[in-house]
DNA sequence: ACCTGAACACCGTTCAAGT
DNA sequence: ACCTGAACACCGTTCAAGT
């Protein structure tokens, strides 16, 4: 319905990415194309983070006016989806291990170092143009191989792709929030204030984690634990940390240690479904875990 | 170092939140407050999205003008923290089941609820601060509780729940961006030419999606799948659809199977962990799946 | 065909001034 | 103490005009 999707209904920037458009240079071509206006893009998200990329940056970067971009992206929509393109890097004849459970930790690690490179990947928005671009693809195809031969149907390998790289974002994201890079943040006396009100009585279970510390700074050393950056850089919309959880023990090795059990959780889950299904081969549908409690 | 912060390092809007600013009305009350303004902005967003509160329009909500907000706000930024804290709901008296796995359904299911009842809380930044929030806090803390009698270390048990609520996230995202509302999409000729780039060469796993409609329209009937929508409501940094995963199989049905899978995935997990902690007490680091490919 | 200047309608935020 | 008017520096985007 809007003017940012072509004609068989994808968008525009889909169809850009994917060299779809009949490019409008015809002439002396000695212009712009909208490759290098997403990469300068990706210049000034790296060096100043996202907030700064604005149209009039971006062209200044270049050399020319702001509204010479219009000729080449439909909006700055149309760019963030662009730069997002651009700047996911996927290596390109990566082998996967034989054992699909080291698959799918080496595929996480691939998804790990692409956010970590550039964490504001993580505050574009992640919808059916940002899935439908060439190297979101990629990164899926090399993500459906590493189940290449096990028993589960499609919709079950993407829900796990999923789920994994959904995983590994929060993770990323979390570790992010804890780099202390320049602010200060909660010291004693903040978890003080906030452990009078988060009381043993209607947090019991949280309470004991903000009084022993656990919310607080890494092991012994350094007093000043975390910190919650919102700088100036990212715009808004995260997408991170956890819609409900909290982060109980702040330091490196905390986050490294929740990286690999989300990991573990969700390869013993596949392994006990793919199980279970050569155990017995019953209808296809789901099938709760046995319980235990 | 920002002014966003108060004395003991807490966010400005986590100490607003939980009562602990020295409230500046003290004369004649008439005016303002935090709370009234998080809710006439809470009233925006639903009605009309999140890109449509804007401090002017919260003001004319409650027939003030912009600028009376900052006595009371210190910034759009911290407005929006008070929004997502009130426009979370979590049911106050709810009784979880004895059986584990379902109580981490049960609580699947309630933060599920507060996702689709305002999807725009997930266009939040999920930071530290929003952790810290009162209603953040309740989902914790009852999310804990449902894993109380278990084998299981606090750190784990974070994880677990922050696994949990991602997963939950993601898939309200995915079924948000399948909702055909208002919009036409990729119709069968738009597949069509995306084919024609998503080849079976590059992308054998992909391919065999897209061009087996798997990508597209629900089972048989209505031609015209799904839905990419970026209108005019959310402003960025979704959060959702998976940063690398794609969606294959797009009708509710498919959505439904994916928030299932993942959760059975993820009870199995627990269930395999607990049950090797049982077996052999040997040390307590992470232990890989087993492996079967 | 491509680029530019000027302008528009909006942002969030500050500050001096009112009562 | 609280609220307001006026103003600032910035956005994304449009459009007529230049070459």
């Known amino acids: 319905m809007g003017d940012d ?9 889909v169809a850009a990415a994917w060299g779809l458009l009949q490019t409008p240079q015809r002439g002396p071509a000695r212009g712009l194309d909208h490759q290098r206006i997403a990469e300068a893009g990706v ?19 270049l050399g020319f006016t702001t509204m010479s971009l219009y000729r080449y992206v439909g909006s700055k929509d149309e760019l963030l989806r662009l730069m997002q393109n651009a700047a996911v890097q996927i290596p390109d004849g990566l ?6 459970p080291e698959g799918i930790r080496t595929w996480a690690e691939v998804v790990r170092r692409a956010y970590r490179a550039r964490p504001w990947l993580m505050d574009l928005p992640r919808d059916q143009a940002a899935v439908l671009m060439p190297n979101t693809l990629r990164a899926a195809e090399l993500g459906l191989a590493t189940m290449d031969g096990l028993d589960l149907e499609d919709g079950e390998k993407i829900g796990i792709i999923l789920l994994v790289s959904q995983h590994v974002m929060s993770l990323v994201e979390l570790e992010r929030s804890l780099a202390v890079e320049g602010g200060v943040s909660m010291t004693p006396e903040g978890l003080e204030r906030l452990g009078t009100v988060v009381t043993a009585e209607r947090f019991p279970r949280l309470a004991a984690l903000i009084s022993t510390g656990g ?20 715009e808004h919309g995260v997408g991170g940390a956890g819609g409900a959880g ?9 986050v490294e240690m929740e990286y690999t059990l989300g990991l573990d959780l969700i390869t013993a ?5 793919i199980a279970r299904r050569a155990a017995g081969p019953t209808a296809s549908g789901s099938a709760g875990a046995s319980g235990t409690g």
Not at 5 to 13: K, W
Not at 215 to 234: L, M
């Open 5 to 13: 999707t072509t004609e068989g209904g994808l968008p525009r920037a």
């Open 269 to 273: 889950g596949i392994d006990a479904l």
């Open 215 to 234: 919310f607080a700074d890494p092991p012994p050393a350094d007093p000043v634990g975390d910190d919650g950056e919102h700088g100036d850089d990212s």
């Open 246 to 254: 909290g982060a109980g023990g702040q330091d490196p090795a905390d």
């Open 43 to 61: 210049v000034i998200a790296d060096r100043d983070g996202l907030a700064a990329v604005t149209m009039a940056a971006v062209a200044r970067e």
């Open 95 to 100: 082998v996967l291990p034989a054992s699909w």
